[in-house]
């Protein structure tokens, strides 16, 4: 169900930003690609640990120390899309 903002006349629908769920579903996306991709290799993610590039390394490295949370994460938001909504 989409939920849409009125302000005057302008209409604007709700996006991942402002859906929780969606946002979750964004997040563990990335922690994953990204876990994904620095199995693969590691030195594109390594080299850059620091500023805006060095939030896909950190992600990456959830991704690999919490792999079995992120597991589980990824089955319950799974069950969630494919059967609550």
């Given at each position: 169900k989409?939920?849409?903002f009125h302000t005057g006349?302008?209409?604007?629908?709700e996006s991942a930003?402002?859906?929780f769920q969606s946002l979750l579903?964004?997040?563990?996306?990335?922690?994953?690609?990204?876990?994904?991709?620095r199995s693969l290799a590691p030195s594109v993610l390594d080299k850059?640990?620091?500023?805006l590039l060095g939030i896909f390394w950190k992600c990456a490295r959830i991704g690999e120390r919490k792999s079995p949370y992120v597991a589980?994460?990824?089955?319950?938001?799974?069950f969630s899309i494919l059967f609550i909504q």
């Open positions: 989409k939920r849409s006349q302008i209409s604007f629908r930003i402002f859906n579903t964004v997040i563990l996306l990335l922690i994953c690609t990204c876990a994904y991709i850059n640990k620091t500023g589980v994460c990824c089955i319950v938001m799974a």
